[in-house]
């Protein structure tokens, strides 16, 4: 994965840490400089940062083990310096089950909140009272002059309670905006129940900017900036995946295309790309036999024009990473098959192993700007 790097594999799921994960130490360095404090807190604030993002990571999870359930699968697990995202397949399509798949997140933080308020409770661990405190500076002051376990501690159950909170507010892409889509989802179609929620996001988006400009809390007013443009996003994927449903391969195969033998030189398909008539190009065993050798991609072959390796054999430098589609397959599926996979091209295939045609990325984002412009 490009700019990220794998840290773990739990439950089968593969967790990645996005390189700009590493800019929050630079941060804390940057704060420890300037603010005239020692290696202490720069090392109790990183290793509150780690301990934050694993508390994200369980978070990830409660949505991806709460999904699988459903037979939704979880493609990974990615950690970013704004928080944590489990990619998954796809949303469940039944509003009860993404109600439970986004409820899970919130869940989990809270669960950790009530275990780390029962050992207070128990044990005595923690400084309850720096709650009291009028502002975070000088609650954080407070925790500084004490012990790591009683900073950590207090910091990770105070966190943990405004992570769930946080992320309960009914907006994209927080929990909460997809527990309300999924509320309003009951009586209402996905797609208007989407836009409902996206509207309501983009409100609370707003007011909340507002505040914080006022307030120069510019961080704030940038991530509400980004909330606004997440539900916008959300509502487009929606309104896709709605223009896709009841539409099939079969609507979208081109059963006219250009073929690549493997015996050819690479030319043949640069000259085509040149024209710009096609992109990416399946590549078949002969003009006899039109079985799938694998698929030549546009970013290859612009290196080799600019590598002057037009004339090498194509057979030398074809990808064998795709697989063949059947023309009943729903354009949805397909959709979300090429997303995940990267795929941008495949050949569709009968019962019978029989070359139909071909389907392209390409032609299926032009097959959605014409259903869009359609009304459909």
Not at 45 to 68: D, K, M, N, P, Q
Not at 176 to 200: D, E, N, Y
Request: with cysteine; glycine share 6%; net charge neutral.
């Amino acid at each position: 994965m490009s700019g990220s790097m794998k840290v773990a594999k739990m439950f089968g799921i593969p967790v990645f840490v996005h390189w700009s994960f590493l800019l929050l130490f630079f941060w804390i360095a940057y704060l420890t400089i300037s603010m005239g404090l020692g290696l202490k807190f720069f090392f109790w604030y990183s290793a509150l940062f780690l301990a934050i993002f694993i508390c994200v990571v369980f978070h990830e999870f409660g949505h991806a083990l709460t999904a699988r359930r459903y037979g939704v699968q979880t493609r990974d697990i990615i950690l970013s310096p704004i928080g944590g995202i489990a990619r998954l397949e796809k949303l469940p399509e039944k509003p009860i089950q993404e109600f439970l798949v986004a409820l899970a997140g919130p869940l989990v933080n809270i669960g950790i909140f009530l275990v780390l308020l029962s050992i207070q409770l128990v044990f005595g661990v923690g400084d309850m009272q720096v709650w009291t405190e009028p502002d975070f500076k000088s609650m954080m002051n407070v925790l500084l002059r004490g012990s790591f376990v009683t900073f950590m501690f207090t910091t990770l159950l105070g966190l943990n309670l405004g992570l769930a909170v946080f992320n309960l507010i009914p907006a994209f892409p927080m929990d909460g905006g997809r527990i309300l889509r999924s509320l309003l989802a009951i009586p209402l179609k996905r797609v208007r129940a989407t836009q409902v929620a996206v509207f309501i996001a983009q409100i609370i988006a707003g007011l909340i900017f507002i505040w914080a400009i006022s307030n120069g809390e510019i961080i704030l007013g940038l991530i509400t900036v980004f909330v606004f443009f997440a539900a916008r996003q959300e509502n487009r994927i929606v309104r896709f995946d709605a223009l896709l449903e009841n539409k099939y391969v079969r609507d979208l195969v081109q059963p006219s295309f250009t073929r690549i033998y493997k015996f050819d030189m690479v030319q043949e398909a640069t000259s085509r790309l040149k024209m710009g008539i096609e992109r990416n190009f399946l590549v078949l065993e002969s003009s006899e036999e039109d079985t799938v050798l694998g698929v030549l991609h546009e970013p290859y072959l612009v290196e080799a024009i600019k590598k002057n390796e037009e004339f090498t054999p194509v057979a030398n430098s074809l990808s064998q990473r795709f697989e063949t589609v059947r023309p009943e397959m729903n354009l949805k599926d397909l959709f979300h098959l090429m997303r995940k996979e990267g795929y941008t091209i495949l050949p569709v295939v009968d019962d019978q192993n029989q070359l139909l045609g071909k389907v392209d990325m390409q032609g299926l984002n032009n097959f959605l700007t014409t259903q869009q412009k359609l009304g459909s």
